[in-house]
């Protein structure tokens, strides 16, 4: 075994010995994580319900946005709510690019536990208060609000990988990943399924009730009485931060240090000094750091584009070239997808991810993206069980294949950086793929409006031009997981 060598002496590698401090909340965690080697199935289970919380909101809007504002009466034609719609859906991630790296530094200096208790309170508070909408501007202002005070995605990726050994934190991560996921399907099938309720459920719910009145609220409702759920929960989630104090010496505190990390990624450590060390200066100079998260933002900026075109297509008139969907028929489809996908990550994703590795996986789930989109327009062709059977395996293979590069683009973000980094890593790759996400509806929506204006141009016509371009942002992305653009830490 190697020995270091310190002033002239030789000394025993410090991963001998191991230090767990008692007032220290994230020694507490690594004690357990060494005395039990099996998965912490009580600490997944709240990563996976905190993700999935967090992901509820942020699309549960676009089935019933395009109805939504209609209703609201701010677009003059029918071809112009496309490009209202997508505001709204912008204003969201605008707000959380602008505090996501805040978030993410408070979450390095005092804990994962106080961001994710502050950011599922803001999140009750401001999602019931956008079902309650009356005006355009009031669901503009409480969706950026909802963005800007909603830190959770960051540190909880960073705690997904703290709570768990390190040979498990795929698993970990894959759980974040499968949770947002999920999140950014059912919220829309809660959206679609209980929008409009006096409409599509007169027995239970009268014209003159709050829901009549307020026709989209009682799916944000239920999404706020599930995470106050969640909230109640918190009280048993551990802390993971480490948190010694300034009078410890600075061997104690580095062998302290090592030890949390476990003999296995030490060994990392040693292997990749230079780079590790590297990475623990300025963030913005951690290229393996940085290539990731530029990958991860093109990936997210098609997947939120997506997501948008995917409610608007479905669900406008066939002579726009749309389906002529309501909401609880894209409701439909989208629970579906989200059940499987939850299979598909939990029992799927991480021995192919052993096998293939993250960066490999997400190149072949990228390429077979592409054929896959370009088929969207041809459906308008099918009709009854057919195109249901078709849409839903179409929308399913999509969100699993997407689901699959977001998890890969995890993993290489937190590889990439140390334990008392990760918080302010992950914070940054917020902030840059929420202004990605923010982009995305507002450019999304532009798009589909001017494309349903040019039904019968002779070069892609319609949504055809629509989905050819969200190929090129996927094609895009493919190029960029290569040599020399992305590097990783190992």
């Known amino acids: 075994m190697a020995e270091g060598v310190e002033g002239g002496k030789t000394r025993e590698p410090l991963l001998l010995k191991k230090v767990y401090y008692d007032d220290c909340p994230g020694c507490k965690q690594d004690r357990k994580k060494d005395s039990t080697p099996g998965y912490p199935f009580r600490d997944f289970l709240h990563v996976w319900l905190i993700c999935l919380c967090v992901g509820l909101p942020i699309s549960s809007l676009f089935p019933f946005l395009y109805f939504m504002i209609r209703d609201l009466h701010i677009a003059k034609r029918v071809e112009d709510i496309g490009f209202y719609a997508g505001f709204v859906g912008a204003s969201y991630m605008l707000g959380r690019a602008l505090t996501s790296v805040v978030w993410g530094i408070v979450a390095d200096r005092y804990g994962r536990k106080p961001v994710i208790v502050f950011g599922i309170i803001s999140m009750i508070i401001f999602n019931t208060l956008f079902g309650l909408s009356t005006s355009y501007w009031m669901a503009i202002t409480t969706r950026f609000l909802l963005g800007v005070f909603n830190g959770l995605l960051g540190p909880v990726k960073a705690y997904a990988i703290e709570i768990c050994r390190p040979e498990h934190k795929s698993i970990g991560l894959s759980l974040v990943s499968t949770a947002w996921g999920i999140g950014l399907i059912i919220g829309p099938a809660i959206g679609g399924f209980f929008a409009q309720p006096a409409e599509k459920f007169s027995t239970i719910f009268s014209t003159e009730s709050i829901f009549g009145r307020f ?152 390429v077979l993206s592409i054929p896959l989109l370009t088929s969207y327009p041809f459906m308008t062709n099918l009709s009854g069980p057919l195109l249901s059977i078709t849409l839903n395996c179409a929308s399913l293979l999509k969100n699993v294949l997407s689901t699959t590069i977001i998890t890969g683009t995890f993993i290489l973000q937190n590889d990439a950086v140390p334990q008392d980094q990760r918080g302010a890593a992950n914070g940054l790759a917020m902030t840059m793929m929420s202004v990605c996400k923010a982009v995305a509806p507002a450019a999304a929506g532009a798009i589909f409006s001017w494309a349903q204006r040019r039904q019968y141009a002779s070069f892609l016509p319609g949504d055809h031009m629509v989905f050819f371009i969200l190929n090129v942002v996927e094609f895009v992305g493919v190029l960029m997981t290569f040599k020399p653009f992305l590097v990783t830490a190992k």
């Open 215 to 366: 026709p989209y609220f009682l799916p944000c409702l239920i999404i706020s009485i599930f995470a106050t759920g969640v909230l109640v929960m918190c009280i048993w989630l551990p802390e993971t931060l480490h948190t010694h104090h300034e009078e410890k010496t600075k061997d104690e505190t580095v062998e302290a240090l090592e030890a949390s990390y476990g003999s296995n990624l030490g060994e990392k450590y040693e292997e990749t000094e230079g780079k590790v060390s590297a990475s623990k200066g300025n963030l913005l100079m951690n290229w393996p750091l940085m290539s990731s998260i530029m990958v991860y933002c093109i990936f997210s900026l098609h997947d939120m584009a997506y997501t948008e075109i995917f409610s608007l297509w479905a669900e406008s008139d066939k002579k726009f070239g749309g389906l002529n969907f309501s909401s609880q028929d894209v409701g439909e489809v989208l629970a579906v997808t989200g059940f499987t996908l939850l299979v598909f990550q939990l029992f799927l994703y991480p021995p192919a991810e052993k096998l293939l590795g993250p960066i490999n996986l997400a190149r072949i789930a990228a």
